[in-house]
Each structure stands twice: as structure tokens, then as C-alpha cells.
């Protein structure tokens, strides 16, 4: 069988214990470290030579985490002070002191920027806030120390896992717990967020994985406890289909729903600190005392992402009384070598089939986001949360939920939007005019824009006319005028953009008419 694991030489990577690790999200080629020795190293995967050394800290450094640029790194003490090195200066710009008491076990970034979360042994969660320079949210009700905290893709929720066995959701808007998982029986020691559904994986000391419906507070399923071992990591493949969970002896891939056991690969892997994918890779890094060990694991070679690996025998351990499917080894005994005057059939019925559910898979990958978005945004639209519904549909990667979301709204823009809001949407209708090829998603952003030029245009135009202030300087004033500059110069592109629209009878008379009403008001 091919192999589908590899190590890299093992090397020393701190002048005493190595306490924890993380691998960057952005680039999953360089990772952080955090030892006895009170240093932060930073590393590319799989070298020895350290890229980077950050001095700081005067105690053990226990828990280190990249920013989602990969341009800061923060890290926690065993006597829980905080420190923020930025990479490209490597060196410290804030100490936070006086948040917690104990040690400082993990922390987390905020996905969209300015905010961290850190977790400790006095049981506290605390929510920092890099330019304020301190604390705006403390969260208790843990009973044990506090392992692990991540935030929410979304940013809205922070979860945290703790010795007590305990995950606790909080809502980051609202400043109160959400919900409180208590079926794991030890120690939680990983926890991941859905890349497209409101579900979450977490893992555990216990030998468990178990998932989480994040709309019911459900438990979806859950893996058995007869595993020889304690579950360090876990991550989602990134098309969403399976968890892979990094076992202290191996390496399983798990589907959801139902639960079931796609693959599994014995490995002799150190302590495991933390996984990540990068293209057709799982990287895996763990420690040994002074020691990084780093495995790297063939994704496409594993079930079910392979289309032609073996079908899945587990160990005798994890084996039950049923016996394994052969569907796909009876299915190619019925494939013909050939056909009546056609050439031979280069595909196997189980490769066909393997095909068609990778094909199938990715399609219900993207509705499955479009409808979690969409569930997002009509949440925040029944709790009253106006100005934040409208900022989410601007930053929105989906041009299907924007274009439906417009639609829904478009009746209501003249009662909804504020010239802010304006402003905030206008470079996402503009991307959709430039970069789209389907009349209805051309046809709905020039809808929007027309509702917003009517409605905005005479405010936009007046303050561009205005003349200069002859008493003094007007602060508000100013910004009124430099945001009606701004709305200006987005609409000009945006009228630049239809005029090389290539005009049809269903859209053409929309495109004529908004390019007369922005020449109007601008």
C-alpha cells in the first residue's frame, strides 16, 4: 500500500520543556512555540532553524496563538501575564497584567482583527482588546482550569473547554453565556468550528469526539470510548465532509451524520499540540520534552477523499460483529472489460461512483454555507439588529445570499439605510457589476444602487457643492462631507462599470436609467 505518512527529523527547539504550540491558519507553514525558558520561537514546519526569537516573558510560557494575518503573536505566562509581539518589529507592543492570577493556558484571536480571548487556571475567560490596551469582558463558570478557547468563524461567539469536561458557548454580542455541553467526562483538549454549517467538534481526554448541532444545542453523535487512547486534535476537512482527529496512537477520519469511521492510520506520533491543512497535507506537530516532532499526513490518500485507496479494515480493537460493506468490490465485478465496438472503459463503477460523490459533496458544501449564511443574517434581522444585518450583507463572500438579501431589503432601503450604510454597501454592489455574468445579480445590484442614489444623491451632491467652512473647523462636518466624496467617487465607478456592460432587452433600461441618475447627483 502507498505510504501515506512521513516524519521529519525531530530537532530542540527550547532549553527545557516545550509547553505549547500552534500552527499559523493563513500560510499552515510556520508555527510558534512556547517553553520553559520563557522564550516564544517561531518556526517554518519541518526546519530546524529558528526563524524568529521573542524574549519577553520572566515565567514558563504556556499557551501561544498567530493572529489571522500571521503578523502578531500573543502569549500567556504561568502567572498569567499576556504579551503581544509584533513579528515584523519582533518586538513586544503590550503587556497585559493584573487580568488573571493563575497560570494562562490558552488563548485566541478574534477572527476579524483587534481582540484577543485567553483562558486560565483561575477559571476565567477574558476578552481583550488590543487598542483599549485592557479587559472589556470577563466570563466565569468553569470549575477547573480552562484548556482551550476559539472563536466563532463569524466572530459573534467565543467557546471554551475546560478539566471540569465542561464547553461553554458564549455570545459575544450579548456579553452572557449561550449555552453548556456536559457529556464529555475529562478534560477537553480541542474544539472546531463547521467551515460551512452551525455545528461543532470537540474532543477530549475521555477518548471521545463528539458534535455539536449549534441551532438545537444538540448532541449530533458521538465516537465510542473504546479508543486506546485520549484525543489531542481535531480539525474539518476544508469541503466540510469529515473530522480528522489526531489520537495520542493514531490518526482517524470520522463522518458526522451518522457517525462513522472512514480511516484510520496507526502513528507514532509524540504528545499532539496541534493540526492543520494545508492543500492535499495534514500537518501534525507535537512534543517530547525539548523536542518538536512533526508528521505530515497525505490527505488524498485517505477515506474518503482517496479514489482508489483500500477499503477501511480498523484494528481488531474497533472492529464490530457486522462485517464491512463490499458494495464497491461488487460493483466492479459487474463493470465490463469492454463493450460491443466501444474501447475499454477506463473507470471502475466504484471510481464513477467516488466521483459523483465528490461532485455531490461540493455542492451540498456550498448550499450548505449559502443557507447558514442566510440563517445568519435573518437572526440578526428578528433580534433588531439593523445597521449589523446590512454590514454583514457587505461583507459577505456569497454574491447568491447578497443578491437575495438585497432583494428582500430592497422595498425598505429608503427607511433603512443611513448614508453610513450606504457608503458600507457600495463596494460590494460595485463587485458585483464588475465581476459577475448573471443578469439577475446585475439586474438586483443596479435595483439597490438606483433606490440608493435617489435617496442619497441630493445629500451627496450638496455636501461635494458646499462651500469651504469660514468658522473654524468643523469636525462632524468634515467627516459629513468626506464620506459624501468617497460615495461619490464609488458611484462614478460604479457608472464607468455599466457603461462596458454589455446590454440586454431585460436589463438594458435599468442600466440606461441609473447611469442618467448618477450623472444627476454626481
Not at 449559502?370 to 437572526?379: E, Q
Amino acid at each position: 500500500m502507498t505510504k501515506r505518512t512521513f516524519q521529519f527529523e525531530p530537532y530542540v527547539a527550547h532549553n527545557g520543556n516545550i509547553n505549547c504550540l500552534r500552527i499559523g491558519r493563513k500560510s499552515g507553514r510556520v508555527m510558534v512555540t512556547g517553553g520553559q525558558d520563557h522564550l516564544v520561537n517561531m518556526w517554518a514546519i519541518g526546519k530546524s532553524n529558528v526563524i524568529m526569537s521573542l524574549e519577553g516573558h520572566e515565567d514558563s510560557v504556556e499557551s501561544v496563538c498567530f493572529d489571522t494575518a500571521e503578523e502578531l503573536v500573543v502569549a500567556g505566562s504561568s502567572q498569567g501575564i499576556i504579551k503581544l509581539w509584533d513579528l515584523d518589529k519582533q518586538q513586544v507592543v503590550r503587556t497585559l497584567s493584573g487580568g488573571h492570577n493563575k497560570s494562562c493556558g490558552s488563548v485566541d484571536f478574534h477572527p476579524f482583527g483587534e481582540f484577543f480571548a485567553s483562558g486560565s487556571a483561575d477559571t476565567n475567560l477574558k476578552i481583550w482588546d488590543i487598542r483599549r490596551k485592557g479587559c472589556i469582558q470577563t466570563y466565569q463558570g468553569h470549575t477547573k482550569p480552562i484548556s482551550i478557547i476559539r472563536f466563532s468563524p463569524d466572530g459573534r461567539w467565543v467557546i471554551s473547554g475546560g478539566q471540569d469536561g465542561l464547553i461553554k458557548l458564549w455570545d459575544l454580542t450579548a456579553g452572557r453565556p449561550l449555552k453548556e455541553f456536559k457529556q464529555h467526562t475529562s478534560t477537553i483538549t480541542s474544539l472546531e468550528f463547521h467551515p460551512h454549517e452551525f455545528l461543532l467538534a470537540s474532543a477530549s481526554l475521555d477518548k471521545t469526539v463528539k458534535f455539536w448541532d449549534l441551532e438545537t444545542f444538540e448532541m449530533v453523535s458521538s465516537s465510542d470510548e473504546d479508543a486506546n487512547s485520549g484525543v489531542r486534535s481535531v480539525i474539518f476537512h476544508p469541503d466540510g465532509g469529515a473530522l480528522l482527529a489526531a489520537f495520542d496512537d493514531s490518526l482517524k477520519v470520522f463522518g458526522y451524520e451518522p457517525l462513522r469511521t472512514f480511516d484510520y492510520i496507526p502513528v507514532k506520533w509524540e504528545t499532539v499540540l496541534d493540526i492543520s491543512i494545508t492543500g492535499d497535507q495534514l500537518i501534525s506537530c507535537g512534543a517530547n520534552g525539548s523536542s518538536i516532532s512533526t508528521f505530515v499526513v497525505q490527505v488524498s490518500k485517505l477515506r474518503p477523499f482517496a479514489k482508489d485507496a483500500p477499503v477501511f479494515e480498523p484494528p481488531a480493537s474497533l472492529k464490530s460483529s457486522l462485517d464491512f460493506d463490499k458494495t464497491s468490490e461488487a460493483l466492479n465485478s459487474f463493470v465490463p472489460k469492454k463493450t460491443i465496438n466501444t474501447p475499454p472503459i477506463s473507470k471502475t463503477a466504484s471510481q464513477i461512483i467516488e466521483e459523483a460523490n465528490k461532485s455531490h459533496m461540493t455542492i451540498c458544501g456550498i448550499l450548505s454555507s449559502r443557507s447558514t449564511n442566510l440563517r445568519f443574517l435573518r437572526g440578526m434581522w428578528t433580534r433588531g439588529e439593523v445597521r449589523e444585518c446590512i454590514d454583514a450583507i457587505a461583507s459577505m463572500n456569497d454574491p447568491a445570499v447578497v443578491v437575495d438579501a438585497l432583494n428582500a431589503l430592497h422595498e425598505r432601503i429608503p427607511t433603512l439605510f443611513s448614508l453610513d450604510s450606504c457608503i458600507e454597501v457600495l463596494p460590494t454592489l460595485l463587485d458585483l457589476l464588475s465581476n459577475s455574468q448573471h443578469q439577475e445579480y446585475i439586474l438586483a445590484s443596479t435595483r439597490t444602487i438606483n433606490q440608493l442614489i435617489t435617496v442619497f444623491g441630493p445629500v451627496i451632491k450638496s455636501n461635494c457643492q458646499a462651500p469651504q467652512s469660514l468658522t473654524g473647523v468643523d469636525l462632524t462636518r468634515e467627516a459629513r462631507i468626506e464620506k459624501c466624496m468617497y460615495a461619490k467617487d464609488v458611484f462614478n465607478r460604479i457608472k464607468k462599470e455599466l457603461e462596458g456592460v454589455v446590454v440586454t432587452p431585460k436589463i438594458g433600461s435599468s442600466i440606461k436609467e441609473l447611469i442618467s441618475q448618477i450623472k444627476l447627483y454626481t
